[in-house]
């Protein structure tokens, strides 16, 4: 799948899973929320050039390069659905030891969730480096500053590394191009398997798949969020003119 709507189906899933999440204000449920947006498009840091291999310049381009060359090219070694989950859930365990590292995962999150979701997002900053780090450590900031976590660490965190990445997988295992059989990609030469539902960036995706995404993902914000309770009086008044 293309970037936005593997980030909004992320970004779904996230708001689909609030009420099991141990989060409870508002800013640690928008954490939760976009820390799967944003993982949800780490898998495809296994390619040189890609768009959010570029979001933070060097750094990431660095980074691309490493993870293309650990995981043998393309929808390989981060497209297994049971190392990446494991192996990006661990990393991020890690970076929560530390405070440092923590809100660096986070806003790595955040960044790569705008860079994804630019195209509903007014003007092009979060497309350039400085613009795209300055909004992703705001943002960073004002969650872990406003959501009381000790140290400015999410204990979450793997989780919605780990979840967000399975939501990836399970995007592309829809497509026609499919994701590799566990295991199978150490030779080089990946086994295969997919749902064959639809081609990356095929008009069912821009027209049926990514919306649905959006839609999914505005109603199990309304459903599972303050806004829900904070409606009822209104729910209640249109029902009493039916």
Known sequence: ??????ALSGLAAGAATLP????HTAAQQTAWVAAWGGFAMLPDLDQRGATIGRMWGGFTEALAGGIATVSRGHRNGTHDAIIAPVVFGAIAWLAGQHPVSSFAMLAFAIGLALRACNFVIPGRAENTVMGNLAMSGLGAWWITASGH???MSAPWLPVAVAGGVLVHIAGDWLTVGGIPVPFTWFGGHAQRVAGRFFKTGSPAEHFLAAPAFLVATVYTLYRNTGVYAATASLRAAIRALG
């Open 149 to 151: 976590y000790t140290h």
């Open 20 to 23: 099991f999440a141990p989060v």
């Open 1 to 6: 799948m293309l970037g936005h709507s593997h």
